[in-house]
Structures are given as C-alpha cells and as structure tokens.
C-alpha cells in the first residue's frame, strides 16, 4: 500500500487560484441570494473559502485520496444560510435543489428523545459547468471535488454552532484531549443550554402561528398575512377591496391561512415571479395556487407579477480587456418601400434613439436639446457624439460610459442610420472594456433602443425578421426557407423548431424564442418532418442540430427555475439555445 501524500500550506497556495475561487463564491452566494430574496425569506448569509492551513489539516487527516475512488473534499468552498425561523429550514432546501444540482443526500444530525443537538443540515453541491470554467484547473490536481457545500442553520443555533466548532467539535477531530473529559456535571449543563435553545425555535415559530390565528379572528388582514407566512414584505397595504371581501367572507379567510408555506415558496420560485412582494403579489400568488377564488382573482386582475432582477455584484479592478456583447446590421425597409414611408421610418428610428441616449445621459448633460440635433459632449467617465441630416436621411449616435455596478468597466455604444439606394441601413455595436473578473460576468447586452425601433418598424436580413413565428407546412415553404439559409448576404442566424410527431407538438416554445431573439435572429417552425428536432444556421455556412433525446434530456445546470413536471426539458432547453445565439452574436464562436 502506498503512503498517503502529505500536503503543506505553502504547495496548496500555489495551486489555489484564490481571485477566481473568491470570484465564484460570490457568483455562488449571489445566485443564492436571488432566489431568497425572491422567496422573501428572512436570512443571512455568509461564505468563506476554505484557508491553505484548515485544508492542509483536512487532507492530512487520512480521509482523502488521489484515487477515484477515494474520499474528496467538497468543501473547498463553503457557504452558510441562516435563517430567522426553524420552519423555513425545508422551504430553504427546496429552494436550493431548485437552483444548483446537489451532490449526494443532505446530512442531518439524529434527533433522539435522551439527547439534545443543535438543528446542522449541510448539502453539497456541483460548481456549475460555467463558473468551473474560471477556476485554474492546477486546483484539481488536489483531492478536491469541483463542489460546495452549504450549511443551513437558524439564528438562534448560528452563534452555538460556532461555540461548539471551536470548544468541542475541533478537539474530537484533531484527537486532542477533550474539554469536557472528568467533567460530565458541566457538559450536562452546556447540553441544558442547548436543549433551551431547541425549544426556543419550536416556541418561536408557534408563537407567530397563534398570532396569524389572533389576528385572523380580528380580521387583521395584512397582520394576520404576516405573522402567518413570515415573508419579507413592502410596507405597501393590502388592496381596500381584498380586505373588504374577507371581512365578509370569513371561511376564505381562514384559506388563505391555511396554505402551506413549502408550496407558496415553490409558486414564488417561478420564473415569471414579482420584483417586489407585496401584500397583493402574496394574496393574488396564494389565491393562484391555493383559494382559487374568482373575485379575489378579478379585483388583483391588475397587480403585475414582475420578472424578477440580479443583485448587482461588485469587485476590484484587474486590467481592461475588450469585449463586443452585441451587434446588429440589418435594414429597415425593403427595396419597394415608398420614399416617404422611408422618411417616417427613419425620423421614428432617430427619434427612438436620441431619446434612449438623451435619457442616459441627462444628468450628464442637461444641455442637450429635447429634439435630435447635432451635439458632443465631454465629462469625466462619459462621452456622447450625434450628428443628425434629416435631408440626407444619416444619422449617428456614439457614446461612452463608466459603469456603476462593475467596477472598471466603461461600455461603448455605436449605432448608425443610413439611406443607401433607398434601403434604410440600422448598424449597432456594444462592447465593454472591463477587468478581467468582471469581463467573464459580461456576455450580451442589447441596447433598449433595439427593441423599441423593432416594435415600430420591420427589420431585414434579405428577408423580413419575421413579428410572428412562421410555422412551415409544405414543400412550398420549405423551399423558401433554403433560399434563405442559402442567401450569400444574410448576416443573421435561422432557428428552425420541428414538429416532434411523438408528443404531438413543437418542443420548444416558438413564441418566446421569437420575443427574446427575434430582433437579431429568424425564428421558424417547421411541420415539414416529425423528428422534434431543432437546427440553427449560422450565417458562415455551419450549423448545429439537436435531436429530441438531447431536448428531452436537457436540464438547468445553474439557476434552475420551477417548472411543471411535463415540460422540465423545454425551458433550460431554450434557455440554451438563447445563449448560444447571443454568444455567436458577440463573436465568442463554440466549437459544434
């Protein structure tokens, strides 16, 4: 048998790429926090990667090897929620199987009836493929699995896990003499304390429950809301309706209050979920999932589920690199199109524009007109230069600007409108020039203006990008589709989603490809063939196709949404093809 290597401090800090692991557990921690927030859970967080010294100890302890099948760390990197109430424990696991791809069981000390331990679920997780990707891969050359693990924990156990860690827990496993040896009266004591403790978090969260009951009686609506679900709330009152309704319908009030908090989290975690909770999101989600009440659902007719946004995420400058996140050359109008419908078309563009770069740039300088004209202007970080000839139909806009999220980032905006022999040519070009770490966050970024001119006006890349999805249902239309796929001058690229004759159905969902892509790519459906499959055409020639074993079988690998259980291929799928469009658009080009 051979030895078990010894590992040092000093040879695991060379490996270690500490930056880019630092960069990772944020990205980690960020994303976690995402769905938190969204969730409206009451939490802490808190995130460490594990020390040179405290992983030296870990790997020399005898329990690890190089082999594959012996034991790996998976702590490398290590993040803690800790939670206001015990009850969020299991909604809080939800949340976090819905979002990374846990590695193995969760562990969980054993309750028993003659001893008291303090609440530990900890659950190990894969690094997702893309964030794996800015790790030096010397790293693995350690025996350490591409994973973290997360510790969840309720406040009032966080600061005696601590104290146990340090006073018990590290004598046991580094084999030094125990503390509490020949003194079993006062570990008895210590184990009361514990045990208090225990009882604390089950009272805490029964007390809010006979409060929510009391404030139900009351017909105190948005108190009763809030003691009963324990969610992080805007100070924003329940709508005079709603609460005139349920003063007169006590049953329903009583529904409301019995809805279980797991399956109001997992309506939460969808991915066409509120910015913000409000007393009339969480009414009108519960009513969805839950009541099921007509009137309810009519008087919240109006309140909006918004898309919910990042957290911005913040870190220090490294040397600029230059990226362009996205690009566009298209026209406006087709070869036909009368002079003035031109004319309008092109005052509608000009004007879409100068006004997304009058609004960014206001404060910067107040003294730009309100209608477009020629101007530049110069300020510390921000740039804008427009020159505009309505006569000659040309138009410019450039801009530069210091980003206030990214530290060290300056992006830079390009856009041009331009009548050449009647044809009304769009350009756009956004690139970024960023520090490293931030530059891997930066992939696509789409100009508002870009959709806006889209919703007003046609686009063309040798043909019209098409509003609706085309569905092709014959030879007829096959045939014209080659013609575009074969165009020597087409610049953008052609998704086409068939018919899977098995699930009667298109696989992938058309018409939201078409809303997030279809200003720089065609969108078809084609009934022509029943394989399921799904191509896109590049405009160099090539091209990648996916079967319907790959659709079926595509899951989220990074901040998975709830989905229902017959579609849970269709949207990482798209997703996917989303991103690989968007990647090819700013140049990064995949190997197929």
């Not at 709603?242 to 991915?271: P, S, T």
Request: hydrophobic share 35%; net charge negative.
């Amino acid at each position: 048998m051979s030895e078990k290597k010894v590992y040092t401090a000093n040879e695991i800090e060379e490996v270690k790429d500490e930056i880019n692991l630092q960069v990772v557990l944020q990205e980690l921690k960020k994303n976690i926090e995402e769905q938190l927030k969204k969730c409206g859970l009451y939490y802490r967080l808190f995130s460490r990667v594990k020390d040179s010294e405290s992983l030296a100890q870990k790997l020399n302890s005898g329990e690890y090897g190089d082999g594959d099948t012996d034991k790996k760390v998976q702590d490398l990197l290590g993040i803690r929620v800790v939670l206001y109430y015990s009850d969020d424990l299991t909604p809080c696991r939800y949340i976090l199987e819905k979002t990374f791809n846990r590695n193995g069981q969760w562990s969980q000390n054993a309750m028993t009836v003659n001893e008291f331990q303090a609440t530990k679920i900890n659950g190990v997780f894969e690094i997702p493929q893309k964030l794996l990707e800015m790790i030096d891969e010397h790293i693995w050359k350690l025996p350490v699995d591409a994973t973290f693990e997360v510790q969840l924990r309720t406040v009032l156990f966080e600061g005696w896990h601590e104290i146990e860690h340090d006073m018990r827990y590290k004598d046991i496993k580094n084999h030094k003499k125990n503390l509490w040896d020949d003194n079993e009266d006062l570990a008895r004591t210590m184990n009361s304390i514990l045990a208090s403790l225990e009882l604390c978090d089950w009272s805490l969260s029964n007390l809010f429950q006979s409060l929510a009951r009391k404030h139900k009686e009351r017909k105190n609506w948005e108190l009763m809301l809030r003691s009963r679900y324990r969610l992080r709330l805007e100070d924003k009152p329940l709508n005079p309706q709603v609460k005139e309704y349920l003063n007169q319908h006590d049953q329903l009030g009583w529904d409301f209050f019995n809805c279980d908090k797991l399956k109001l989290i997992r309506a939460l975690m969808d991915e066409n979920v509120h910015t913000k909770l409000t007393y009339d999101v969480l009414v009108k989600v519960l009513n969805m999932i839950y009541v099921k009440d007509e009137t309810i659902q009519k008087l919240l007719a109006d309140t909006k589920l918004k898309v919910y946004e990042p957290i911005p995420n913040k870190n220090k400058f490294k040397p600029l690199e230059n990226r362009t996140t996205f690009q566009l050359d298209v026209a406006l109008n087709d070869a036909d199109t009368p002079d003035w419908k031109v004319q309008e078309d092109f005052v509608t563009a000009v004007q879409i524009i100068y006004s997304w770069g009058r609004y960014k740039y206001r404060e910067i300088f107040p003294e730009m007109s309100e209608q477009p004209e020629d101007f530049r202007g110069t300020s510390p970080g921000y740039e804008l230069h427009v020159e505009y000839d309505e006569h000659m139909q040309k138009f410019l806009l450039n801009c530069s600007r210091i980003d206030a999220t990214m530290p060290g980032t300056i992006w830079f905006t390009e856009t041009s409108l331009e009548n050449k022999n009647g044809r009304l040519l769009f350009f756009c070009v956004t690139t970024s020039s960023a520090p490293e770490q931030e530059m891997a966050k930066i992939s696509f970024r789409k100009p508002k203006f870009v959709d806006r001119i889209r919703e007003k006006v046609d686009f063309y890349d040798v043909e019209k990008l098409p509003s609706k999805v085309p569905v092709l249902k014959d030879e007829k239309d096959a045939e014209t589709i080659r013609k575009l796929l074969e165009h020597p001058a087409r610049c953008l690229p052609v998704v086409v989603i068939g018919w899977d004759e098995t699930e009667q159905k298109f696989l992938v969902n058309a018409d939201k490809l078409l809303g997030i892509i279809g200003s720089f790519a065609h969108v078809y459906a084609q009934k022509t063939s029943g394989d399921g499959s799904v191509m896109i055409f590049w405009p160099d020639g090539t091209y990648v196709s996916y079967d319907r074993d790959t659709i079926m079988q595509c899951r989220f690998d990074y901040n998975r949404k709830v989905f229902s259980d017959e579609d849970i291929y269709e949207i990482p799928f798209r997703h996917q093809i989303v991103n690989l469009v968007r990647e090819r658009n700013n140049g990064i080009i995949r190997e197929e």
